[in-house]
């Protein structure tokens, strides 16, 4: 095996960890080669070279296309953290070159949305209105890995609890409660008084994911009721999907009180029915020991200032 400290400090350079990134985002050389404006057989030259470096096989290669190996898989992380670096500096200076704040990339959760994060990005931009922001919403499984190669800057959502890791940094800002939806055309909208739970065990329902302590304690409620949870179930963890399926599939959903709120205008309504669950808070979520940009600490600011305001 190759000295590998030495061929990570000093032998790749940024065309090699590109590369290695671009063939794991398209699993091909024809088009990792198109994706990076060069020819395959010069793809197939520099991975070649970077293999070399190593002296270890990163990618497997069959008439289906490329497949990272497990070293591949390792390296590919490397070259993902570092170019996220290189992109938060570049921007860094660009923006001081130009007079702006620069950039800062946050996970959301649905519970955050739209909420919080939208209170807190209105008072980013009266601070520092050249700042970008850039959202990218889902659960956990999709925004942890994103959040440790630093293609993201911070995660705000539930903090939840099977997540926690001694690499991550949480702050809790505030508790937020679930209940349940369901669009105006719904029958259960049109009633005086609110369903029971035999009644929505039998309705479609749009929920969290199943690793979510929501959907958890939300299964938990009809068990406790000596129900069988629902089986006709979409699982998403988008709030702009779980609405538009609550919509067109006459379903139930179950969403963050003030994510209802916001959508109340729009034709949803909130059942009368109380959903006695503990959940944990919403929250902030950082890698610990990272340098945070002036944008990233702006923002953590501001989520601090919208958490505090958010109902309780």
């Known amino acids: 095996m190759a000295d590998i400290d030495r061929v990570l400090r000093s032998n790749l350079k940024l065309r090699h960890l590109q590369l290695l990134v671009a063939l794991d985002e398209f699993r091909h050389l024809g088009r990792a080669a198109e994706f990076l404006s060069v020819t395959q057989p010069a793809v197939s030259k520099v991975l070649a070279e970077i293999e070399r470096m190593f002296a270890l096989q990163l990618f497997t290669r069959s008439t289906r296309g490329t497949e990272p190996t497990a070293y591949g898989a390792t390296v590919v992380r490397f070259a993902r953290s570092v170019l996220a670096d ?22 959301a959760m649905v519970v955050a949305m739209p909420g919080l994060l939208t209170a807190a990005v209105r008072l980013l931009k009266q601070r520092s209105a050249l700042t970008t922001v ?8 999709r925004l942890l890995p994103r959040l440790r190669v630093g293609e993201l800057d911070l995660i705000v ?85 779980t609405f538009a399926f609550v919509r067109d599939l006459q379903a139930v959903g179950f969403v963050a009180e003030t994510v ?46 919208a958490g505090t305001d958010a109902p309780q």
């Not at 850039?134 to 499984?141: K, V």
């Open 86 to 107: 290189y992109q938060r500096t570049r921007e860094e200076i660009d923006a001081v070159a130009s007079g702006g704040a620069g950039r800062v990339a946050v996970g």
């Open 134 to 141: 850039l959202i990218e919403e889902g659960d956990l499984t």
């Open 157 to 241: 959502g539930r903090l939840e609890p099977g997540y926690a890791s001694p690499d991550l940094d949480t702050e809790p800002l505030y508790a937020e409660r679930m209940v349940i939806v369901v669009h105006r055309d719904h029958p259960l909208a049109a009633r005086r008084r609110s369903p029971g739970w035999p009644e929505l065990a039998r309705q479609p329902w749009v929920m969290p994911p199943a690793w979510a302590s929501s959907r958890i304690k939300l299964n938990q409620q009809f068990y406790r009721h000596q129900l069988v949870p629902p089986a006709d179930v979409v699982e998403t963890a988008s709030f702009l999907a």
């Open 260 to 305: 209802a709120r916001r959508f109340e205008a729009e034709g949803y309504r909130v059942l009368a029915l109380p959903v006695p669950i503990e959940l944990p808070p919403v929250g902030l979520i950082t890698l610990r020991g990272r340098r945070r940009s002036p944008a990233a600490l702006q923002l953590l600011d501001c989520l601090r200032a």
